[in-house]
């Protein structure tokens, strides 16, 4: 008699211990989520994260602007390793538009598959002092090129004399697939229309500028003032 209780108090540790794995189990499989590594194309941007978190966090960048290229060192890896994961907090790249070079970059980025762009979008912007300085040593032959023709000839002149090639091929594009992209001018139409659109719904009037959860960020212009915002979310 004694035998068979201390077996059934066995067999209920066992029966409790094999519950409790599978509910560490099922914890785990949870745990594994991460949010940062989803990507989806928009309208005029790619989003990444969850697409149904609580907080959705835009930014509006251009490819020219100094201080886009200073937040994207400073706040987007911050961003995809300490908000996104957990999928409480989505992060959306929007295009403003303001110049020739910035539809150029902003047609390549989006190039290919969605699940390229936070790479594309790095590998240009990280490396904007290069291709700045590439275009002030430009000769005016060459700027010519970037003010005649097609609009998808000047795409591929300044994409050709900024460097935008050979830092796309560098992650696996052919020439062919890039010109295809630069050349395509109903995509190049839409990204104008949306950064327009864009610019008179929230009255943006410098980049980067940042949206969270439809409402407008007045003065939040970089990453020391967006952090504290962000955190206020979490």
Same mark, same amino acid.
């Given at each position: 008699?004694? +035998?068979?209780?201390?077996?059934? =108090? ?11 794995? #599978? @509910? ?14 989803? %990507? ?15 907080? =959705?966090?835009?930014?509006? +960048?251009?490819?020219? !602007? ?5 937040? #994207? ?15 409480? %907090?989505?992060?959306?790249? $929007?295009?403003?538009? $303001?110049?020739?070079?910035? @539809?150029?970059?902003? @047609?390549?980025?989006? !190039? ?6 936070? /790479? ?15 275009? $002030? ?24 004399? @900024?460097?935008?090639?050979?830092? +796309? ?11 295809? !992209?630069?050349?395509?001018?109903? =995509? ?12 008179? =719904?929230?009255?943006?009037? /410098? ?12 003065? %939040? ?14």
């Amino acid at each position: 008699m004694t +035998m068979q209780v201390r077996g059934s =108090k066995l067999a209920a540790r066992l029966t409790a211990s094999m519950a409790a794995l #599978a @509910l560490l189990g099922t914890g785990a499989v949870a745990l594994a989520q991460n949010w940062s590594t989803t %990507v989806v194309a928009s309208d005029n941007g790619h989003k990444v994260g969850n697409p149904k978190a609580k907080t =959705k966090l835009v930014e509006f +960048m251009s490819y020219t !602007c100094s201080h886009c290229a200073d937040f #994207a060192r400073e706040g987007d890896a911050a961003i995809k390793l300490a908000y996104l994961p957990k999928g409480d %907090v989505s992060y959306e790249i $929007r295009h403003l538009l $303001r110049d020739p070079f910035d @539809l150029t970059a902003a @047609l390549l980025t989006q !190039c290919g598959d969605p699940k390229k762009f936070m /790479g594309n979008h790095n590998a240009i912007i990280l490396s904007q002092e290069d291709w700045f300085e590439k275009g $002030r040593k430009t000769t005016r032959a060459q700027q010519a090129r970037w003010q005649f023709g097609s609009n998808g000839a000047r795409r591929q002149a300044i994409a050709s004399d @900024l460097g935008f090639y050979e830092l +796309m091929e560098n992650r696996g594009y052919t020439r062919a697939q890039l010109d295809k !992209c630069l050349i395509d001018e109903a =995509k190049a139409n839409a990204l104008a229309e949306a950064s327009q659109a864009d610019v008179e =719904k929230y009255g943006l009037t /410098g980049t980067p500028s940042f949206v969270m959860n439809g409402a407008l960020l007045d003065g %939040v212009h970089n990453w020391a003032a967006l952090r504290p915002v962000l955190d206020k979310q979490r």
